[in-house]
């Protein structure tokens, strides 16, 4: 086994023969993935409940259960949480070589996107940027939320323990949404609560798998030997170190950050437009990155309108940061961003989730995953008033009536049809162009 692992890894030819033979065997789960890649708009909570749709009840690959799990398990990492849910869906069903396709096929259309937006900033008219296609998406996503809250609601809370940690939950999400910490701190709560009860799964005694630790071996010696090199790159004034800072910087930011895309961004600016910039200043240092505010401003609001990942800010910033060294660089750039924000993600949870799988067979575990699930529910219904706050819904105007219609009519058509989520995004988008 350790011989075959060898040959592949140092065989270019058979590892692409290997990723064919898994592309036309998973074609029409990548398909899937590509699809919802096109029209996964509104976040990872609203990601979330796409996948409910398309993976669950539209195509069978992971059960309910399942991807409860899988959420409740990934916003307990840093990273970005849909982009590990989706990457353990390809996982269960083709090990780590599909996982590693499926997150390709997932960030690939965002990161063009943002890294395309980082040549074009400058040649758009800021005015036209506000268009109003988009109006009906932040309704839709609210339909789609309550949609998954609804699914993961009969499947999760069926006693009074479970009622009581939802509802504490939601309240503790809403009030503290923006806050990186609230999300593991109620998973974790949620998990000590319903284990403190040993009565209904007694433990039965089983032999642990063996760990394999090169996943995570390989995300420490990466963080380290990149921070080591960009913080000689540094002292020693090397004249073409932003490549190598940047790649620090992102896959820094990717292993270091809870909460998703929302804590991201503004980390993303206190580095690259606050810090660096004071930074430049004082030492008069040119080959320090520096992103202009207003650009990175753009940025951060154009990738809320873009289906996929929000991490994909990190091609634009990547993009943008390089931008002064010529196309190639900013290419580049871009190149850099996207790979140094997700790998941190993928490596983190195809290390742990083994780990966590291996410890689900012992009750403890088990029994943490009722109330695990409970608060993942509360979550979802708190992430649904969350944003309805900012839709117009009960003043005396027309886009209200609508943005009520929207969210009506995108939970039936989820709940009682079998039309495919891509479907219900376009629709949304025509309506935005018409009204």
């Known amino acids: 086994m350790i011989i075959a692992i060898h040959l592949i890894m140092l065989n270019p030819v058979l590892i692409f023969y290997i990723y064919s033979i898994m592309l036309l065997r998973h074609f029409h789960f990548l398909r899937s993935v590509f699809l919802h890649s096109l029209t996964a708009f509104g976040g990872p909570q609203a990601h979330i409940a796409m996948m409910m749709k398309t993976f669950v009840r539209q195509y069978p690959y992971v059960t309910e259960k399942e991807l409860i799990e899988y959420t409740a398990f990934c916003n307990l990492l840093p990273g970005a949480s849909s982009t590990q849910t989706l990457t353990l869906i390809g996982y269960k069903r083709g090990g780590v070589p599909l996982a590693v396709l499926t997150l390709i096929v997932w960030i690939l259309p965002a990161c063009i996107l943002m890294g395309i937006l980082s040549f074009l ?98 995300f420490g010696i990466i963080f380290i030997i990149a921070g080591l090199i960009s913080e000689s790159a540094r002292k020693n004034d090397w004249p073409d170190r932003k490549p190598i800072n940047l790649f620090e910087n992102t896959y820094r930011m990717g292993s270091l950050v809870f909460g998703g895309g929302q804590v991201l961004m503004p980390m993303m ?74 790998l941190p993600s993928a490596l983190l949870v195809l290390f742990f989730f083994p780990i966590w799988h291996n410890l689900k067979k012992y009750a403890a575990v088990y029994r943490s995953l009722e109330g695990i699930n409970a608060v993942v529910v509360g979550i979802m219904i708190a992430s649904t008033f969350y944003i309805m706050k900012d839709i117009s819904l009960i003043e005396a105007k027309t886009v209200s009536f609508i943005n009520i219609g929207v969210i009506i009519g995108t939970f039936v058509l989820l709940q009682f049809t079998r039309i495919p989520p891509p479907l219900i995004v376009i629709g949304c988008l025509l309506l935005g162009y018409l009204f």
């Open 121 to 218: 900033l400058h040649y758009i008219d800021k005015k036209a940027l506000n268009t109003d296609i988009f109006k009906f998406i932040a309704p839709m996503a609210v339909g789609f939320l309550l949609y998954a809250a609804v699914m993961a609601f009969t499947i999760s809370v069926k006693n009074t323990v479970t009622w009581i940690i939802m509802i504490i939950s939601a309240i503790g999400t809403y009030a503290f949404f923006k806050q990186a910490w609230i999300f593991p701190l109620l998973i974790v709560l949620g998990g000590v609560i319903t284990n403190l009860s040993k009565k209904r799964i007694p433990q039965v005694e089983e032999k642990p798998q063996k760990i394999k630790w090169w996943n995570f071996w390989l």
């Open 269 to 342: 600016y206190e580095q690259f437009c606050i810090r660096s910039e004071a930074v430049k200043e004082k030492k008069n240092d040119r080959n320090v990155i520096t992103i202009d505010k207003e650009d990175m401003y753009t940025g951060m609001g154009i990738v809320r309108a873009m289906p996929g990942p929000v991490f994909s800010i990190a091609s634009f910033a990547g993009g943008m940061a390089l931008k002064d060294g010529g196309t190639r660089m900013q290419l580049l750039g871009c190149i850099i961003g996207s790979i140094g924000i997700f």
